[in-house]
């Protein structure tokens, strides 16, 4: 809406712009989808190397040598759909670096054992057919007795362990460690640690480093679950933790070991003492040695098979520590053993189950997306960790954000853990709305989370601050600073001591980038409660602005509040003015906002954007009478723009010409707005002053509306103030500047040559060094420079030199219409007439749409002009 489309493009990132940690700039907004090396098949990878992923577009703040701001919100904004040209959306790909995700080491591993694990069953089943049907079949009666109990025995080991091999993974997959309590709850041992030392250091483990809060939390959650935890159940009554199914895993596990090697043993004896197999002499008996030959051999071989897979897994999971290693490349933390158990588990359960290449096709995001769907809060923090360390790597952010902003149940779910305020759901919710942050950090996702049914009352839900009152302002010493932002870190939650502010700071930041799209606006004005929400959060007491130990948690909280607030009130459409009426109606907008105007030098960032704000309330009517009639806003206003001595830092400098940009809107067709700044007794002189310097474009503004728009009782004033003598400087401008200097130079020439006569402006332009004729062939040159259209960029300016012209005409006939028809204006005002546009009628710009029009339409002006001129030159031809 102003000149950047501030209001629909996003977060406005300036030089003063939030740092990583506020706006998360990495795994943020690049949103380039890149083509993924291999064919259909290949499971999405998650670990690759990518550009950068930023959160705020880059629409910087350009400098203009000549105006010292940026362009200007009497400037139309072409809107950009999703996708287009702010950068948030497409960005160059980067090569592949080669390097695989790390967890198909995982799915590799899976894959191997599975190839020794089919062979062996394989041979075991083959083993287990040839005992039955030729063996004990044909050969029962013939067999020697020692053969015949160890042809059982292995045939009963085996077979038991062959076709009992899938129901043994899924005890395995029970006992998996699913619980992020670091195994509290599966080990017992660690379990009668934890209350070994709670007795013995009852402080000590209450100020511990959270792990009994997290074991009991856990205790809690189970507890209050409506179904049963598979590794929990006890399968007998009576039996307590001896039969529980996460010991049967193990038990399997321990017995299948034990019949191999009582099989290799066993195959080993019969293989060694081969001579007593029976007489060979007998026909009956003749075919007996090779079928035990054969049988022993093979199994033999299937035992040894199963033996060289425990021994490799084994060696790779303890000797090779592959689970911390996979673990340490993914980025998972603490919790990365235990998530990539399971996943493992799951993926060698897939190669056993059906096809051996059914397990490499898993990834850790389908993995996680579909834990985060389980009934059980210790699954679902599994799966929202894996999901939250993934969006915050460089490397796997975009391919993750896209298969789950492509999800519709993982998104909706993401969504619906926001509104989760248990005590022992903290850290989930924490997770998800960081995911969630991300997700919408992407164009192409923002309307799949918003379009979710009670999505923004979810999110809205993240703002709740627990108290009535503004949070405390924190301690004055760096050690109580250190002591609050370590309370404010992610920690155990619990019913006394729930953390608001962060979850706080990642709902104004959701909200901010769901703004960027115009109908989550109208959603957000929509939902009850919420604005007036948002403004409580800009609201910075004095004390807090003033403290130089102040928390940085609740500096950015305002930051993005303010943010947020701008983005709503710079919509566009009807939207945009719904939304500038709203805001301007809650009492404590513009009183926040000066509060930050008047406390926070130490703050300029937070200065800016109140100014900002102050600007876009101003583009409506009840919006600049609730900053005027709020006192006090328009003098800090121009106490920022008038400034004696202004700093040489850039950042000053921008203050003030965005603290320019708010007064002109305010006087910009608003007696009242021009009243509120004329009160300064030396608010013109200071005004001349500024067109000096940097401040020119802002100061030209503000002048120009002052002589437009205050009235007929302030018109004497201006002119005692001395109106007149900016005149100089402005003639100057005219001459030699271009683009917005000269568009609102001429303008303001206008309107001061209202308050003199004809006699007084050749005097000007002789004080000045202009000649008249070259006055007019300036303004001639300007209407030939913009004769085939008006420029978006300075979309008043053909309507300005046209006003100017019919001035000169009027005033003074018989000096000005000859050197006019000299410089062909005639056929100038010819082509503007053929050209006028939309464009030219209206005052300012809310992206492509036009506020405040004016009262006189641009081709009757023109038509007007021409008029003026042909009937100017008959009459001094028959004077003549």
């Not at 619980?179 to 100020?207: C, K, W, Y």
């Not at 008959?874 to 004077?879: E, I, W, Y």
Request: a neutral charge.
């Amino acid at each position: 809406m102003k000149w950047k489309s501030r209001g629909a493009g996003g977060g406005d990132s300036k030089k003063s712009g939030e740092s990583n940690g506020d706006d998360s700039k990495k795994g943020g907004e690049s949103n380039g989808d890149d083509s993924k090396k291999g064919g259909g098949d290949v499971p999405l990878s998650v670990h690759l190397d990518m550009t950068e992923y930023r959160v705020d577009g880059s629409n910087g703040r350009s400098w203009l040598g000549t105006g010292g701001g940026s362009t200007s919100f009497y400037e139309p904004s072409r809107e950009q759909t999703p996708g287009s040209g702010s950068g948030h959306d497409r960005s160059g790909t980067t090569p592949s670096s080669g390097r695989d995700p790390p967890e198909k080491r995982l799915t590799l591993f899976a894959l191997r054992l599975a190839v020794l694990e089919k062979a062996a069953s394989g041979l075991g089943k083959l083993a287990f057919a040839w005992a039955t049907v030729v063996l004990l079949g044909g050969f029962a009666s013939s067999l020697r007795i020692r053969d015949f109990w160890f042809v059982t025995i292995i045939l009963v080991g085996e077979g038991a362990r062959v076709f009992s091999r899938s129901h043994e993974l899924e005890w395995q997959q029970h006992a998996t460690s699913t619980s992020t309590a670091g195994s509290a709850l599966r080990s017992s041992s660690r379990f009668f640690r934890h209350i070994v030392h709670a007795i013995r250091d009852p402080a000590g483990a209450a100020a511990g480093d959270g792990r009994a809060a997290q074991f009991q939390r856990q205790v809690v959650a189970f507890v209050k679950q409506r179904t049963w935890h598979a590794p929990e159940v006890s399968l007998l009554p009576y039996t307590g933790w001896v039969f529980v199914s996460r010991k049967i895993g193990r038990l399997l596990n321990l017995l299948q070991l034990l019949s191999a090697l009582t099989c290799v043993a066993l195959s080993l004896m019969r293989l060694w003492t081969n001579h007593d197999f029976g007489d060979e002499s007998v026909e009956e008996k003749k075919n007996m040695r090779p079928a035990l030959l054969l049988f022993y051999a093979l199994a033999f071989l299937e035992a040894t098979l199963f033996l060289m897979e425990k021994a490799y897994w084994s060696w790779k999971m303890s000797a090779r520590n592959l689970l911390h290693k996979v673990s340490s490349d993914c980025g998972l933390g603490e919790y990365g053993h235990v998530s990539l158990t399971r996943f493992f588990y799951d993926a060698y359960s897939r190669c056993i189950a059906g096809s051996i290449f059914d397990g490499i096709k898993m990834d850790l995001v389908t993995f996680a997306e579909d834990l985060i769907l389980s009934d059980f809060l210790d699954e679902q923090l599994i799966g929202v960790r894996i999901l939250q360390s993934f969006v915050a790597s460089d490397r796997s952010a975009r391919d993750t954000l896209r298969k789950v902003g492509t999800s519709h149940r993982s998104v909706e779910r993401l969504v619906e853990m926001l509104d989760w305020k248990r005590a022992d759901e903290e850290e989930v919710r924490k997770c998800a709305a960081e995911v969630v942050s991300r997700l919408a950090s992407k164009r192409q996702n923002v309307l799949r989370v918003s379009g979710i049914p009670g999505a923004i009352e979810s999110v809205m839900s993240l703002l709740y601050t627990g108290r009535n009152d503004a949070p405390p302002v924190s301690g004055t010493h760096p050690q109580q600073l250190q002591l609050r932002e370590h309370e404010a870190s992610p920690s155990p939650a619990t019913n006394s001591g729930y953390e608001y502010l962060p979850f706080n700071l990642l709902g104004l930041q959701i909200l901010k980038r769901l703004a960027r799209d115009q109908d989550n606006c109208g959603k957000m004005g929509n939902a009850r409660g919420l604005l007036a929400k948002i403004i409580d959060f800009t609201h910075a007491s004095p004390e807090l602005l003033g403290n130089p130990y102040a928390s940085e948690l609740q500096i950015r909280a305002v930051k993005r509040a303010l943010r947020l607030v701008k983005m709503l009130v710079y919509a566009t459409g009807q939207t945009g003015k719904a939304l500038r009426r709203e805001v301007a109606e809650n009492v404590f907008s513009v009183s926040n906002l000066r509060g930050i105007l008047k406390h926070g030098q130490q703050h300029r960032h937070l200065q800016k954007l109140a100014t900002d704000v102050l600007t876009g309330l101003a583009m409506d009517e009840k919006g600049t009478a609730a900053i005027v009639g709020t006192g006090g806003v328009v003098k800090l206003l121009l106490s920022l723009f008038l400034a004696s001595e202004p700093p040489p830092e850039e950042e000053t400098i921008d203050l003030g010409c965005e603290a320019g940009e708010a007064l002109a809107m305010l006087a910009l067709e608003s007696g009242k707005g021009c009243a509120a700044i004329l009160k300064r007794s030396d608010v013109i002189d200071r005004l001349v002053e500024a067109l000096q310097d940097k401040r020119r474009l802002n100061a030209a503004r503000v002048l120009r509306n002052l002589c437009a728009y205050s009235g007929t009782e302030h018109r004497e004033r201006l002119l005692v103030a001395g109106i007149t003598k900016a005149l100089p400087s402005v003639l100057k401008a005219t001459m030699t500047e271009s683009d917005k200097v000269l568009e609102v130079s001429i303008g303001l020439t206008t309107e001061i040559c209202t308050f003199i006569d004809g006699d007084r402006f050749a005097a000007e332009l002789r004080a000045a060094g202009i000649e008249n004729r070259a006055y007019v062939e300036r303004l001639a040159s300007v209407l030939k420079q913009y004769r085939s259209a008006p420029e978006i960029s300075v979309p008043r300016m053909r309507r300005f030199v046209v006003q100017q012209l019919i001035w000169l005409v009027t005033t003074s006939p018989g000096g000005y219409v000859e050197m006019l028809k000299e410089v062909g204006m005639e056929r100038l005002l010819e082509n503007v007439a053929d050209t006028t546009s939309e464009l030219e009628c209206y005052h300012v710009f809310s992206g492509s749409v036009g506020i405040g029009k004016h009262r006189e339409d641009f081709a009757e002006i023109v038509e007007s002009a021409m008029e003026l001129l042909l009937s100017s030159g008959g009459a001094a031809g028959a004077q003549e």
